[in-house]
T-cell receptor, first 115, second 112 residues
Framework: NAGVTQTPKFRILKIGQSMTLQCTQDMNHNYMYWYRQDPGMGLKLIYYSVGAGITDKGEVPNGYNVSRSTTEDFPLRLELAAPSQTSVYFC??????????????FGEGSRLTVL | RKEVEQDPGPFNVPEGATVAFNCTYSNSASQSFFWYRQDCRKEPKLLMSVYSSGNEDGRFTAQLNRASQYISLLIRDSKLSDSATYLCVVNAPDTGRRALTFGSGTRLQVQP
């Protein structure tokens, strides 16, 4: 199994450009997440999904959009990129978070720089 | 107040030392607690869950103190390979958010 796969691994954007970060998982997990991690900081939740067709905002959703048309895929769309969106983005998935048994499986991250 | 707070470190310890990290959380309704490990420029990976009665996995021991709302991680006989950032992670059940909240991490550097 590949686990959680993110693409691209690196990207440089100009201010105002748009792009989509792709995320796919082959573990048949219901839950998927997008986090961003700024240098020296913890992970901040952008959006999450508890199943196909269901998405919800996290702590820092502004400037981003998501969709979940299938169980496997959870793309993150950046509209009108801004320097404040320079960060490392992690996609993650889990089977469940109930009863403290849920483990998050992360992709390798996508490093985005907005100039 | 941050939802999850950790001492950022770095903790610089010699090989073989015992080191402990603490983490405080603000949400008294939190029920799930974890320690994740993150190597430099890598993704976080689950180190261990933290159970109410405390639990041990080899050289690693995790404790939970619900009354004081903190969890701890003890590493005995530190190895060079333990050098990493350790992330304290909790859930937030009363926010309606089915996701985990991460602390900023404590950096450990084990020196020869």
């Amino acid at each position: 199994n590949a686990g959680v796969t993110q693409t691209p691994k690196f990207r440089i954007l100009k201010i105002g450009q748009s792009m989509t970060l792709q995320c796919t998982q082959d573990m048949n997990h219901n839950y998927m997440y997008w986090y961003r991690q700024d240098p020296g900081m913890g992970l901040k939740l952008i959006y999450y999904s508890v199943g196909a067709g269901i998405t919800d905002k996290g702590e820092v959703p502004n400037g981003y959009n998501v969709s979940r048309s299938t169980t496997e895929d959870f793309p993150l769309r950046l509209e009108l990129a801004a320097p404040s969106q320079t960060s490392v983005y992690f996609c993650a998935s889990s089977y469940t978070l109930d009863s403290g048994t849920g483990e998050l499986f992360f992709g390798e991250g996508s490093r985005l720089t907005v100039l | 107040r941050k939802e999850v707070e950790q001492d950022p470190g770095p903790f610089n310890v010699p090989e073989g030392a015992t080191v402990a990290f603490n983490c405080t959380y603000s949400n008294s309704a939190s029920q799930s607690f974890f320690w994740y490990r993150q190597d430099c420029r890598k993704e976080p990976k689950l180190l261990m869950s933290v159970y109410s009665s405390g639990n041990e996995d080899g050289r690693f021991t995790a404790q939970l103190n619900r009354a004081s709302q903190y969890i701890s991680l003890l590493i005995r006989d530190s190895k060079l390979s333990d050098s990493a950032t350790y992330l304290c992670v909790v859930n937030a059940p009363d926010t309606g958010r089915r996701a985990l909240t991460f602390g900023s991490g404590t950096r450990l550097q084990v020196q020869p």
